[in-house]
């Protein structure tokens, strides 16, 4: 299967090295590797010319857009322009940061999750940071969702769930679009993820009400937005997150601001989060 990367970067002159090398050191390469710089005001550009100089896998794209990181939009918009120069002829695309160090045997472990099956439209590992010197599972999520710094999608399903979406939240949106069309989300344990850079390090203070318009456009509604956004705050262990959340949500219902989904895409988003409420509590 033909997997192709797209990497979106930001001042990563840290990390970018320790991801593409270790991309390079898989069991299973991939065929084509695309490094977005976007708008990067340290060495990003220079680290990732000199991979491209002695990989012909690797291409640099280079972009400019606002300095700002606002957590979804940014990154996804530099995925796009990844994307754009990419051909056709892939089986799974995939998203990566550019703060990861991979397990040697990662792509060759998704591809063989997508050859089991064929419905199988998403495949993901595991997150862990680095705390007191050992590597501890990043728990911000629960363990059937993939987290956005590594979604692996089979092409079909991409194409079907179209593309992804430049706003906070895209990494949810995806996975109950893949589901509003059938096809299953797998995550593999085993895949243990460096994440060289905890998640939000870089977000500014305006961020923390998009987590809150992210439920809104989402079609979560109030009561999922409520119980979403206590968990999330509880999970980060900073209770007062609840607020900046719901403040969120209610400026964007204000705003009237458009959704990610159609009427009938959050009416199944609403009735499948109820369900899972439901199966954790009986």
Known sequence: MNLYIIIPAHNEEKFIALTLQSILNQTTKPQKIVVVNDNSTDNTEAIVKEYSEKNTSISLINTISTAIHLPGSKVIQAFHKGFETLDSNYDIIVK???????????????????????????????????????WILENLTDKDHIRGAFKAYRKECFIEIGNLKPAMGWDTVDELLCK???????????????????????????????????????????????????????????????????????????????????????????????????????
Do not use: C
């Open 96 to 134: 990566l940061d550019a703060d990861l160090i991979l397990p040697n045997n990662y792509f060759e472990t998704i591809i063989s999750h997508f050859k089991k099956d064929q419905r199988i439209g998403m495949v993901g590992g595991f997150a862990y940071i680095e705390k007191n010197g050992e």
């Open 180 to 282: 509003f069309y059938g096809w299953k989300v797998v995550t593999d344990e085993s895949l243990k993820v460096k994440h060289l850079k905890p998640t939000g390090a870089n977000y500014n203070k305006t961020a923390r009400y998009k987590q809150g318009e992210a439920f809104y456009t989402l079609g979560y509604g109030f009561i999922i937005t409520t119980i979403a956004s206590a968990k999330l705050a509880l999970m980060k262990k900073k209770p007062l997150l609840f607020f900046d959340y719901i403040k969120g949500f209610w400026k964007a219902t204000m705003a009237n601001k458009p959704l990610l989904v159609t009427k009938e895409q959050a009416k199944f988003i609403r009735t499948y989060r109820l369900q899972k409420m439901k199966e954790k509590l009986f």
